[in-house]
């Protein structure tokens, strides 16, 4: 049921980002909206080298793809 998607983001970093959702759990649409959004972040730098803990770095991705 555990669903996880590997999608690349960047440029030129071609940094990985895991999509990860309970099938039974999550919304479709909602699912492939935040992979989109996901999809079109415009960013040049590996979001694991963002400075802070791992919980920082969770909250700047949410804000690069704007969800609450």
Same mark, same amino acid.
């Given at each position: 049921?555990?669903? %996880?998607?590997?999608? +690349?983001?960047?440029?030129?970093?071609? +940094?990985?980002?895991?999509?990860?959702?309970?099938?039974?759990?999550?919304?479709c649409k909602t699912v492939e909206a935040?992979?989109?959004?996901?999809q079109n972040i415009d960013i040049d730098t590996k979001i694991s080298t963002m400075?802070?803990?791992?919980?920082?770095? %969770?909250?700047?991705?949410?804000?690069?793809?704007?969800? +609450?």
């Open positions: 049921d555990l669903c %996880i998607e590997k999608l +690349t983001v960047g440029r030129r970093s071609s +940094t990985s980002v895991f999509v990860c959702y309970l099938a039974s759990l999550a919304d935040i992979k989109k959004k996901i400075s802070g803990s791992q919980e920082e770095n %969770i909250v700047k991705l949410k804000e690069l793809i704007k969800i +609450t």
